[in-house]
């Protein structure tokens, strides 16, 4: 993620920089989402309204609003790279996320509708003791949030600051403040709607720019994959030519390692408390499950998409100029806008990639605010007896000390290689909150300890064995270039999912004191049938 | 569980009841039904894939036709049974669980509202 700014400071080296297009593009996205946030906010009253927009987007909506919120420039300017430099190995690496969608689809997404109101929280301590379990549901979504919020801004202060041509830590630790302040705006005026929104257009933006984009890669290669994968392979500098038609580049020196990222990546998506809060934003069940197929759809054409980018980015720019760039295989999809329509079509990507931050970020942190306000400050803190509006009040002054912290921390991480943290992200949702998820949904004798087990011992296992990984010892590109890892990989998905689904069961089978029958009963009859459901707020 | 009544949620409804009755357990017969034996499925022919890609890369670079190599054909078959699968799922939703689902609901709603 951090060297999402090399990407766009590759191109902008090979062409005469036009900071004023740049600046004048991303400007008028700045302004249209800011007019559509404001408008938005007229009707922010209640915590409904706040942190679920009034449960009143419809499933296409709130499915492009997924792809916005689901599409990180990590999976844009990254898989459009890996492809281009990597080939085959890139393309199995979007497989995970699109695949990981069926398991929101069908074992998660109505019945969380179903049973939640505002976050993941409501519904893992619907049965449960509330204290304990909204506790750890809290702490593992803030920690989520945390790493996937900490990529996202050291990737939009780089991207940022090249755009507009700052070089000087000074001048870019200002411009990672203006994002942050940006951000703070949007989900602070704005809401969940005013988020949903930005999250809206940007997916238009970005699917619509990389669909033009696509059909002129073909068109350049008579709208045939195969010439286009001759073409790829004739420009490829590997040895033999044809890797990049098969496995192996990327991964293929320690296979172990993508199988635990493999497994981070399709159980991690349906426990991501960003997306799982998305689902509260439709009226009902029925429209969750639209929301979900809306998002299969756009998710999956759009890895479709980056497929023939990055073959067309290997074909057309080659893996010489992509990989001298400064960005390196996140400067593909920038270079071949670039070879494609000029110096306009770049700014446009490049602002779009701005926009995909700036999406992220707004959900993220309205998703941990959310958590903050509605589950420490007012269940747990307060057990409940707060003031109709004071639970907003809270959740707004979080969204700015998140914001503070994100820009402190995303000045902090500069020129930090913090790759590792989207993916780290993913493995902490898979092996924290999933296995409690599916156990409450589907597993009667699942009691309190199981869940605060598996998500506060998912959570570790995850942390402590990244901090145990070449990602932090001993290696050219760790965190510290000495010593050595104790653990071999740099996904902790292999051991710590297991691990979170083997606690939660033994914390269950352990436990003395049975939960409450009729409880249960309740859960499992209302996440069925929609009955006493939240309802859409109306105007 | 000697009188679960007392347990019950304050509009009065008796959620052990509802949940035992038989149009209740045949939703969650319906849904459980198709959605497990899916889910294994698709997860089974995801991580064969990975497997495949990172155990046998020969195999998955052999040509089929042209460029396009069997690995590449076995991916985008990921795509098409995710599509399949969701369309599958949507059509049985409508079909079997929306209606029974919808039934007990109003019924319940009807309760409510009485007691």
Redesign the interface.
């Known amino acids: 993620m951090n060297d999402v700014f090399g990407a766009i400071h590759a191109a902008v080296q090979t062409v005469e920089n036009d900071p004023v297009l740049n600046i004048s593009i991303f400007a008028a996205f700045v302004a249209v989402t800011l007019f559509i946030v404001i408008r938005a906010s007229r009707n922010n009253k209640t915590a409904a309204d706040y942190y679920a927009a009034g449960r009143s987007f419809t499933g296409p909506q709130n499915g492009f609003a997924i792809s916005g919120d689901y599409l990180s420039a990590a999976s844009f300017l990254g898989i459009c790279g890996a492809i281009a430099i990597n080939g085959y190995d890139g393309f199995l690496y979007s497989i995970g996320f699109l695949v990981a969608w069926l398991v929101a689809l069908l074992l998660v997404a109505e019945l969380m509708r179903n049973t939640g109101k505002f976050t993941m929280a409501d519904v893992l301590s619907f049965r449960l003791k509330q204290g304990p379990v909204r506790m750890a549901a809290a702490i593992t979504t803030l920690a989520v949030c945390f790493f996937y919020l900490l990529a996202q801004m050291a990737g939009a202060g780089g991207l940022v600051s090249l755009l507009l041509g700052i070089k000087e830590t000074i001048g870019q630790s200002i411009v990672v403040a203006v994002v942050g302040v940006l951000m703070i705006v949007y989900v602070l005026v704005g809401g969940m709607k005013g988020t949903t929104w930005v999250q809206i257009v940007k997916a238009f933006l970005l699917i619509g720019g990389a669909f033009v984009m696509t059909i002129w890669v073909l068109a350049l290669n008579g709208f045939s994959l195969d010439t286009l994968l001759a073409n790829a392979v004739a420009a490829s500098t590997t040895d033999p030519k044809d890797a990049i038609l098969g496995p192996g580049l990327q991964y293929g020196a320690n296979p172990w390692d993508f199988i635990s990222l493999a497994i981070a990546l399709v159980l991690g998506t349906a426990g991501l408390p960003h997306v799982l809060m998305r689902f509260y934003t439709v009226p009902t069940a029925k429209e969750a499950r639209r929301s979900v197929v809306w998002a299969i759809w756009l998710i999956g054409g759009f890895y479709l998409l980056t497929l023939v980018l990055g073959y067309g980015a290997a074909a057309l720019v080659g893996p010489e100029e992509i990989k001298a760039a400064p960005g390196g295989v996140n400067s593909a999809a920038p270079l071949l806008a670039l070879h494609l329509g000029g110096p306009f079509l770049l700014g446009f990507i490049s602002a779009v990639a701005f926009a995909t931050i700036l999406a992220v970020v707004a959900g993220l942190t309205i998703t941990a605010a959310a958590s903050f306000a509605h589950d420490i400050y007012a269940n747990v803190v307060k057990k409940g007896d707060v003031p109709p509006d004071g639970e907003v009040k809270v959740a707004r002054r979080t969204v700015i000390v998140i914001g503070i912290l994100a820009i402190i921390g995303g000045i902090g991480v500069q020129g930090q290689n913090i790759a590792f943290l989207v993916a780290l992200a993913f493995a902490v949702a898979a092996s924290a909150n999933l296995p409690t998820i599916l156990y409450s949904l589907f597993w009667r004798g699942f009691t309190t300890r199981g869940a605060v087990w598996s998500m506060y011992g998912g959570l570790a296992a995850a942390v402590i064995l990244i901090f145990l990984s070449p990602v932090f010892w001993g290696g050219e590109t760790s965190v510290f270039k000495v010593g050595t890892a104790i653990w071999p990989l740099n996904n902790p998905g292999i051991v710590s999912i297991p691990l979170g689904f083997f606690l939660g069961w033994l914390g269950s089978v352990t436990s003395r004191k049975a939960e409450d029958p009729a409880k249960a009963a309740e859960m499992e009859v209302r996440s069925l049938t929609g009955f006493g459901a939240e309802k859409a707020t109306h105007h | 569980?000697s009188d679960?009544r007392t347990?019950?949620?304050p509009a009065g409804i008796d959620?052990?009841e509802?949940?035992e009755s038989p149009r209740?357990t045949e939703?969650?017969r319906r849904?459980?039904s198709f959605?497990f034996p899916?889910?294994i499925a698709?997860?089974v022919w995801?991580?064969a894939?990975?497997?495949l890609?990172?155990?046998a890369?020969?195999f998955?670079?052999q040509?089929v036709?042209?460029?396009?190599?069997l690995?590449?054909l076995l991916?985008l078959g990921?795509?098409v049974t995710?599509?399949a699968?969701?369309m599958a799922?949507?059509s049985f939703?409508n079909r079997r669980l929306?209606p029974i689902?919808?039934e007990?609901?109003n019924d319940?709603?009807k309760r409510e509202v009485s007691a």
């Open positions: 569980m679960p347990d019950a949620a959620y052990i509802v949940e209740f939703l969650k849904q459980r959605v899916l889910s698709f997860l995801y991580f894939y990975v497997l890609s990172s155990f890369p020969e998955m670079a040509r036709w042209g460029d396009i190599t690995g590449l991916g990921q795509f995710t599509f699968i969701t799922y949507v939703a929306d689902s919808e007990i609901r319940l709603e």
